[in-house]
């Protein structure tokens, strides 16, 4: 049994006019309006050389705090997403992801979905003068399905709205924790899944 990690830099971005001004963190970017990404990926190199599958015994997330907002006027909203799979996720995933989750009209299957934590964060009049936001909503998605893959690709989604009035908007850092075990399976099975894994690395992008 083994624990990987994976940590996720704080994002920082401020919205003038309904525009980015500017974004900062360590591997973040702005993938569309209102919608940044950090994508990195855990390293199963080692594990598929010696053919092997990988079983998952659990995923988790720690955070430092919610996202703070500045000025924290009521209605702002922040989602985040929280994910880890056996394929990539494209632009147009990144996108839609925090609305249609892995759901049947989605780019991202029950099977390629390992992890998936899915949080809404708004501002009501009762936490305003904090500038922190509360949770409204969380849901988990994930099928923790084993993958004989020699990536799991981690990828963090932070979507506000148009309707957020303009200021600074903070999400902390993350930690992603995905609990593993290596284990050798009957060698049809292991090709098998070998097959699938690769297939769901390699379907063409959709954006």
Known sequence: MKTLTKEFDTLQFELIEGNTNYISGSGWRK??????????????AGMSIDDKTLFFSGAAVQEVTNPAISPADVGNIAFVADIMTSKPLSDTDIQLLPTLG???????????????????????????????????????LGSLEPTASDRVYCTRIVQTSINNTDGLTVVFPA????????????????????KRSYELQNEPDRD
Do not use: C, H
Not at 32 to 41: E, K, L, M, R
Not at 177 to 186: N, S, V, W
């Open 102 to 140: 892995n759901f049947s009209n989605s780019t991202l299957t029950f099977d390629q979905t390992i992890y998936f934590r899915l949080q809404l964060f708004n501002v009501d009049v009762d936490n305003a003068a904090g500038g922190y936001t509360i949770l409204q909503s969380s849901n988990q």
């Open 175 to 194: 930690r992603y924790i995905l609990r593993t075990d290596a284990k050798e399976e009957p060698e049809y099975q292991y090709l098998m899944r070998l």
């Open 31 to 44: 993938v569309s309006d209102f919608v940044y990404a950090n994508q990195q990926y855990f390293d199963l």
